[in-house]
C-alpha cells in the first residue's frame, strides 16, 4: 500500500479538521475514515437522505496505535463561525474538494481561512470516480486559490472514462481499487509512465523550493530518493508550506486507507501546534473552548497542555464530566491528555473561546470573531407566556453560537434575531423549538422609516376650554421648516415683549419635541426647525399643560401643510465577490435600486472585487440569498448606515 515509509507512532494524539462544501462528501470521508479505523459511526446517515449539516460532529478513533480527534465541520458557508472555531482547535485541517475544475471554485473561502490562520492543510479530491474532464485542470484550478505550492501526492488511473485507481508519485507504484477499502498493486499503465514522471519531477521541483540541500541535487541533475522525499514532504506539510493533494472516493472506500497513511506520517504533532501558538510545555491543564453545544449542557475544548482530569476546576468552573465520541457515542472518560478534543460537561458560564488556565505571556490562541450578521428576522413567541422564557433561551443560544445576535430595536418594538443566512436561523429556531420548547412567529423586520417636510408653513394654534373654575388657555404662532439632512430637530424662541412668559417656553419646547416622534405618516419627523414667534396667554387659565397641548395640536396640522415625505435609510453596501461575477454582483445591487459608487480588486484577495454601492434597506432582507445564488455560493457582504434619503416610489 502507498504511503511514507514506516514510522514509530507519534507520542500523543492529534487532530485534524474536515472542511469543505456542501455536496462535496466531507461527511461521508468523516464517516470512512471512522470506519478505516474500526470506530463506525453506531447511525450511519444515509447519503440519499443527507441534508446540510448545521453542527459539528467529533469522533474519536486510533490508527495504527494513533490517537485521533476529528472534526466534521458543516459545510454551508452559513456556519462558517464553527469551521473557524474547529480551525482555532486543531493540528491540520483536510479541505474536501469535488473533481471538476467548475466545482473547485467552491473552495477559495476556506484557503483564505487555512491562510489567516496560517493552519497546515492538504486536500482530498473527492468523489473522483465522477471526474470527468482532466485531473490537471483541476489541480490548476486550486493551485489558482492556494497561495501554497500544491504536491500532488497521486494520480488517477482511468479505463474506458472509470477511474480504476491511482499512483503514487512519490513510490512509483500503482494500485486497482478494490473491495472494503483495498487497493491491489498493479503495474503504472504505459501511457500515465510519462505523466508520472512529470508528476514526480514536479514534486520534487516543489520540495526543492523549500531546502537548499534538495534545490542543489536537482541542478546537479541528482534525483532525489523517495526517502528524501518523504521527508521533505512531511517536514513543508507540517510547516504548512505545502499543500498535499490527494483523490479517492469516500463513498466507495476509495483512497481511505492512503489518506490515513499521510495523516499519520504528515500531520504535525500535538507539541509542535502548540508550540507555534506559543503555548510553552508544562503540566499544568491549558484548554480552551471552541464549541459550546446542547444549551451549555457540553463543551469541546482543546487541551493545549498537561493532563485534564474530570472534576478540574478553573476560576470557579468545575469539569462535570470529559467524554470522547467512540462510534460517533459519547463515553465518558477520567481524563484527557495534551492534544486531545474532548467534551466537557457542565460549564455554565463558560463561554466559546474562553481560555481555561494560565496561558503565559508568550502565548496566543486567538480565536475568530463572528462576521457581521447578514440576515434577520423579526421574532415573537406565538404564546404571549412564553415571552419571558424566549429572552432566556435567546441568551443561551447567543452564548452558544456568537454568530447569532438578539437586539430589541425600540423604534419599531422588534426582537430581531439576526445572523449568516436563512439556513442558520433556521435552525436556531428549530432549536428553540426542541431544546426549549418554543413555538416562535417569524416576519421580515420592518423598515425604521422616517419623515421630514419640504415647505416652510406658519402655524397658529389656539386652546380655549372652560370646564368650570380654572379653565385651559394658550395662543401659539410657530413656524415650521425643513432643515438639512442630519441637522435633526431645532427649537428656537423669538417671542418678544412676554407675548408668551419665560417660564411656559420649556413647555413649547418640549412638546415641540414630542411632536415629532410621529409625523402625519406615522413615523417619527427628522431635520425640522420649530421656531415660536408669537402668542397670548392668560394670566389665570394658562399653564404648562395648556401650552403642551397647544403646540402638540399646532405641529400636528403644520406638518400636514409642509410637504411631509417619507424617508427611508439607505445602506453603504460592499458586495465582495470573484471578479467573474463582478458583474452579476452590478446587476443584482441596481435591480434593488442600489446606485453603484464603483469597485476594486478585494485587499489580499487576488481574483476578487469589493462593489461599493448605496442601496435602500428596505431592499436588503434577503439580498443575500440571491447573492449567494447568483456567485455560486461564494459572494457575501458588509453594510453600514450612510444615510436617510426621499423614498420615491413609495406609498406611506
Given at each position: 500500500?502507498?504511503?511514507?515509509?514506516?514510522?514509530?507512532?507519534?507520542?500523543?494524539?492529534?487532530?485534524?479538521?474536515?472542511?469543505?462544501?456542501?455536496?462535496?462528501?466531507?461527511?461521508?470521508?468523516?464517516?470512512?475514515?471512522?470506519?478505516?479505523?474500526?470506530?463506525?459511526?453506531?447511525?450511519?446517515?444515509?447519503?440519499?437522505?443527507?441534508?446540510?449539516?448545521?453542527?459539528?460532529?467529533?469522533?474519536?478513533?486510533?490508527?495504527?496505535?494513533?490517537?485521533?480527534?476529528?472534526?466534521?465541520?458543516?459545510?454551508?458557508?452559513?456556519?462558517?463561525?464553527?469551521?473557524?472555531?474547529?480551525?482555532?482547535?486543531?493540528?491540520?485541517?483536510?479541505?474536501?474538494?469535488?473533481?471538476?475544475?467548475?466545482?473547485?471554485?467552491?473552495?477559495?473561502?476556506?484557503?483564505?481561512?487555512?491562510?489567516?490562520?496560517?493552519?497546515?492543510?492538504?486536500?482530498?479530491?473527492?468523489?473522483?470516480?465522477?471526474?470527468?474532464?482532466?485531473?490537471?485542470?483541476?489541480?490548476?484550478?486550486?493551485q489558482a486559490y492556494s497561495k501554497y505550492p500544491l504536491a500532488a501526492r497521486q494520480l488517477p488511473i482511468r479505463e474506458a472514462d472509470a477511474v480504476t485507481g491511482y499512483i503514487d508519485v512519490v513510490s512509483g507504484r500503482a494500485y486497482r481499487y478494490g473491495a472494503n477499502q483495498g487497493a491491489e498493486p498493479i503495474e503504472i499503465p504505459a501511457q500515465l509512465r510519462d505523466p508520472e514522471k512529470q508528476?514526480?519531477?514536479?514534486?520534487?521541483?516543489?520540495?526543492?523550493?523549500?531546502?537548499?540541500?534538495?534545490?542543489?541535487?536537482?541542478?546537479?541533475?541528482?534525483?532525489?530518493?523517495?526517502?528524501?522525499?518523504?521527508?521533505?514532504?512531511?517536514?513543508?506539510?507540517?510547516?504548512?508550506?505545502?499543500?498535499?493533494?490527494?483523490?479517492?472516493?469516500?463513498?466507495?472506500?476509495?483512497?481511505?486507507?492512503?489518506?490515513?497513511?499521510?495523516?499519520?506520517?504528515?500531520?504535525?504533532?500535538?507539541?509542535?501546534?502548540?508550540?507555534?501558538?506559543?503555548?510553552?510545555?508544562?503540566?499544568?491543564?491549558?484548554?480552551?473552548?471552541?464549541?459550546?453545544?446542547?444549551?451549555?449542557?457540553?463543551?469541546?475544548?482543546?487541551?493545549?497542555?498537561?493532563?485534564?482530569?474530570?472534576?478540574?476546576?478553573?476560576?470557579?468552573?468545575?469539569?462535570?464530566?470529559?467524554?470522547?465520541?467512540?462510534?460517533?457515542?459519547?463515553?465518558?472518560?477520567?481524563?484527557?491528555?495534551?492534544?486531545?478534543?474532548?467534551?466537557?460537561?457542565?460549564?455554565?458560564?463558560?463561554?466559546?473561546?474562553?481560555?481555561?488556565?494560565?496561558?503565559?505571556?508568550?502565548?496566543?490562541?486567538?480565536?475568530?470573531?463572528?462576521?457581521?450578521?447578514?440576515?434577520?428576522?423579526?421574532?415573537?413567541?406565538?404564546?404571549?407566556?412564553?415571552?419571558?422564557?424566549?429572552?432566556?433561551?435567546?441568551?443561551?443560544?447567543?452564548?452558544?453560537?456568537?454568530?447569532?445576535?438578539?437586539?430589541?430595536?425600540?423604534?419599531?418594538?422588534?426582537?430581531?434575531?439576526?445572523?449568516?443566512?436563512?439556513?442558520?436561523?433556521?435552525?436556531?429556531?428549530?432549536?428553540?423549538?426542541?431544546?426549549?420548547?418554543?413555538?416562535?412567529?417569524?416576519?421580515?423586520?420592518?423598515?425604521?422609516?422616517?419623515?421630514?417636510?419640504?415647505?416652510?408653513?406658519?402655524?397658529?394654534?389656539?386652546?380655549?376650554?372652560?370646564?368650570?373654575?380654572?379653565?385651559?388657555?394658550?395662543?401659539?404662532?410657530?413656524?415650521?421648516?425643513?432643515?438639512?439632512?442630519?441637522?435633526?430637530?431645532?427649537?428656537?424662541?423669538?417671542?418678544?415683549?412676554?407675548?408668551?412668559?419665560?417660564q411656559y417656553i420649556p413647555a413649547v419646547r418640549e412638546a415641540a419635541e414630542e411632536a415629532m416622534q410621529k409625523g402625519p405618516f406615522g413615523y417619527p419627523v427628522v431635520d425640522v426647525g420649530v421656531t415660536l414667534v408669537d402668542g397670548t396667554f392668560h394670566a389665570v387659565d394658562s399653564s404648562d399643560m395648556a401650552?403642551?397641548?397647544?403646540?402638540?395640536?399646532?405641529?400636528?396640522?403644520?406638518?400636514?401643510?409642509?410637504?411631509?415625505?417619507?424617508?427611508?435609510?439607505?445602506?453603504?453596501?460592499?458586495?465582495?465577490?470573484?471578479?467573474?461575477?463582478?458583474?452579476?454582483?452590478?446587476?443584482?445591487?441596481?435591480?434593488?435600486?442600489?446606485?453603484?459608487?464603483?469597485?476594486?480588486?478585494?485587499?489580499?484577495?487576488?481574483?476578487?472585487?469589493?462593489?461599493?454601492?448605496?442601496?435602500?434597506?428596505?431592499?436588503?432582507?434577503?439580498?443575500?440569498?440571491?447573492?449567494?445564488?447568483?456567485?455560486?455560493?461564494?459572494?457575501?457582504?458588509?453594510?453600514?448606515?450612510?444615510?436617510?434619503?426621499?423614498?420615491?416610489?413609495?406609498?406611506?
Open positions: 500500500m502507498t504511503g511514507s515509509p514506516a514510522k514509530a507512532a507519534v507520542a500523543g494524539p492529534r487532530s485534524v479538521a474536515l472542511i469543505g462544501a456542501y455536496g462535496s462528501g466531507k461527511s461521508t470521508l468523516f464517516e470512512a475514515l471512522m470506519a478505516a479505523a474500526g470506530a463506525p459511526l453506531k447511525r450511519q446517515s444515509d447519503i440519499r437522505k443527507r441534508v446540510v449539516t448545521t453542527e459539528l460532529r467529533l469522533g474519536h478513533c486510533s490508527f495504527l496505535a494513533d490517537r485521533w480527534s476529528i472534526l466534521d465541520c458543516p459545510g454551508s458557508v452559513e456556519f462558517a463561525y464553527e469551521m473557524e472555531g474547529a480551525l482555532a482547535a486543531v493540528d491540520l485541517a483536510i479541505v474536501v474538494s469535488e473533481p471538476t475544475a467548475g466545482r473547485a471554485s467552491s473552495v477559495p473561502l476556506l484557503l483564505k481561512a487555512l491562510e489567516e490562520y496560517r493552519l497546515p492543510h492538504l486536500i482530498f479530491v473527492n468523489k473522483i470516480d465522477t471526474l470527468a474532464g482532466s485531473f490537471d485542470d483541476t489541480l490548476a484550478a486550486l508528476a514526480l519531477d514536479g514534486l520534487a521541483e516543489v520540495l526543492a523550493d523549500q531546502d537548499d540541500a534538495l534545490l542543489e541535487k536537482l541542478i546537479e541533475e541528482v534525483a532525489p530518493t523517495s526517502a528524501e522525499l518523504y521527508q521533505q514532504l512531511r517536514k513543508d506539510q507540517a510547516s504548512g508550506t505545502i499543500v498535499e493533494v490527494l483523490l479517492g472516493s469516500a463513498a466507495r472506500g476509495q483512497g481511505i486507507l492512503p489518506l490515513w497513511k499521510t495523516m499519520r506520517h504528515d500531520v504535525p504533532d500535538a507539541a509542535e501546534t502548540a508550540a507555534h501558538r506559543g503555548v510553552g510545555a508544562g503540566e499544568v491543564p491549558l484548554v480552551q473552548i471552541f464549541k459550546t453545544v446542547q444549551a451549555g449542557k457540553l463543551s469541546y475544548g482543546r487541551i493545549w497542555r498537561g493532563v485534564l482530569r474530570d472534576g478540574a476546576t478553573f476560576d470557579g468552573a468545575r469539569v462535570g464530566g470529559i467524554h470522547r465520541y467512540a462510534g460517533g457515542e459519547p463515553v465518558r472518560a477520567p481524563e484527557a491528555d495534551a492534544g486531545e478534543l474532548v467534551a466537557l460537561g457542565r460549564l455554565d458560564g463558560v463561554a466559546t473561546g474562553a481560555i481555561l488556565g494560565i496561558l503565559g505571556a508568550a502565548g496566543s490562541l486567538p480565536f475568530p470573531a463572528p462576521l457581521p450578521p447578514v440576515f434577520a428576522l423579526a421574532i415573537t413567541a406565538k404564546d404571549r407566556k412564553d415571552d419571558v422564557k424566549l429572552s432566556g433561551a435567546l441568551h443561551k443560544l447567543v452564548s452558544e453560537d456568537p454568530a447569532l445576535s438578539v437586539e430589541h430595536v425600540a423604534e419599531t418594538a422588534e426582537t430581531i434575531l439576526s445572523g449568516q443566512g436563512e439556513i442558520h436561523l433556521n435552525a436556531a429556531l428549530e432549536r428553540l423549538a426542541t431544546t426549549y420548547n418554543l413555538q416562535i412567529a417569524t416576519a421580515a423586520p420592518k423598515i425604521a422609516f422616517k419623515e421630514t417636510i419640504k415647505r416652510r408653513v406658519q402655524q397658529h394654534s389656539r386652546l380655549k376650554r372652560q370646564t368650570g373654575g380654572h379653565g385651559q388657555f394658550a395662543d401659539v404662532k410657530l413656524e415650521i421648516e425643513p432643515r438639512g439632512r442630519g441637522e435633526g430637530f431645532l427649537f428656537t424662541d423669538k417671542v418678544v415683549g412676554g407675548a408668551v412668559p419665560r401650552f403642551r397641548t397647544a403646540t402638540r395640536l399646532g405641529i400636528g396640522e403644520g406638518l400636514a401643510k409642509a410637504e411631509p415625505v417619507l424617508l427611508e435609510p439607505i445602506e453603504h453596501v460592499t458586495a465582495s465577490v470573484p471578479n467573474i461575477f463582478t458583474a452579476a454582483a452590478q446587476r443584482l445591487l441596481t435591480g434593488r435600486r442600489g446606485q453603484i459608487l464603483g469597485y476594486a480588486e478585494r485587499p489580499g484577495w487576488p481574483g476578487w472585487d469589493d462593489v461599493e454601492a448605496l442601496v435602500p434597506a428596505a431592499e436588503l432582507h434577503d439580498f443575500i440569498i440571491e447573492l449567494r445564488s447568483d456567485t455560486m455560493g461564494l459572494g457575501h457582504y458588509r453594510r453600514r448606515f450612510d444615510h436617510l434619503a426621499e423614498a420615491r416610489g413609495m406609498t406611506p
